[in-house]
T-cell receptor
Framework: SAVISQKPSRDICQRGTSLTIQCQVD?????MFWYRQQPGQSLTLIAT?????????ESGFVIDKFPISRPNLTFSTLTVSNMSPEDSSIYLC????????????FGEGSRLTVL | QKEVEQNSGPLSVPEGAIASLNCTYS??????FFWYRQYYGKSPELIMF????GDKEDGRFTAQLNKASQYVSLLIRDSQPSDSATYLC????????????FGAGTRLFVKA
């Protein structure tokens, strides 16, 4: 298994500002992902964080809005830029090890409220 | 658009009964299938995974996969109130890049 720490766990932000969420895994993992879970909804994949290169974004998500970094095999950040109330959500960092069947481990999530 | 479909529920069963949760997926290239449980305010946690057609049992949980019908199910035997949660069906694809797509989740209530 892997233990994933995210911070901040929650924040209240003003419209138009940006917030960076950090994700730290306690061991090296092959893949890291960022998901969004809006209230009462399921998980939507934002992007795959690629180590040392640009993230791979899913349809509907763009780098200018959600820049992602992954400088090494245990750490990633997600920035939510120019926030609006529609960005209020829980953002979840997850990780998987190649060859481990695809099981995802999740951080506790970052609950973001935009006023 | 690759999709994973679940009945959102809520599904209500009495304590001790069998809860049956169902899921269909659209991409025939999907290779791995998972059931995650998510308690309110918590992150998802893995319950079961299955890769091959047929049944896989783990304690009170049985996952069933039928790739021809693109259908996955989860049976929970002897349901307990502590099983009350949202159950997320997830499908992992490898071709075109490894990624996991989640269904909307089925809310399960087990009544004591």
């Amino acid at each position: 298994s892997a233990v994933i720490s995210q911070k901040p766990s929650r924040d209240i932000c003003q419209r138009g500002t940006s917030l960076t969420i950090q994700c730290q895994v306690d061991s090296q993992v092959t893949m890291m992902f960022w998901y969004r879970q809006q209230p009462g909804q399921s998980l939507t994949l934002i992007a795959t964080a690629n180590q040392g290169s640009e993230a791979t974004y899913e349809s509907g998500f763009v780098i200018d809005k959600f820049p992602i970094s992954r400088p090494n095999l245990t750490f990633s950040t997600l920035t939510v830029s120019n926030m609006s109330p529609e960005d209020s959500s829980i953002y979840l960092c997850s990780a998987a090890r190649q060859g481990a069947g695809g099981e995802l481990f999740f951080g506790e999530g970052s609950r973001l409220t935009v006023l | 658009q690759k999709e994973v479909e679940q009945n959102s529920g809520p599904l209500s069963v009495p304590e001790g009964a069998i809860a049956s949760l169902n899921c269909t997926y659209s991409d025939r290239g999907s290779q791995s299938f998972f059931w995650y449980r998510q308690y309110y305010g918590k992150s998802p946690e893995l319950i079961m995974f299955i890769y091959s057609n047929g049944d896989k049992e783990d304690g009170r949980f049985t996952a069933q996969l039928n790739k021809a019908s693109q259908y996955v199910s989860l049976l929970i035997r002897d349901s307990q109130p502590s099983d009350s949660a949202t159950y997320l069906c997830a499908v992992t694809e490898v071709t075109g890049g490894f990624k996991t797509i989640f269904g909307a989740g089925t809310r399960l209530f087990v009544k004591a």
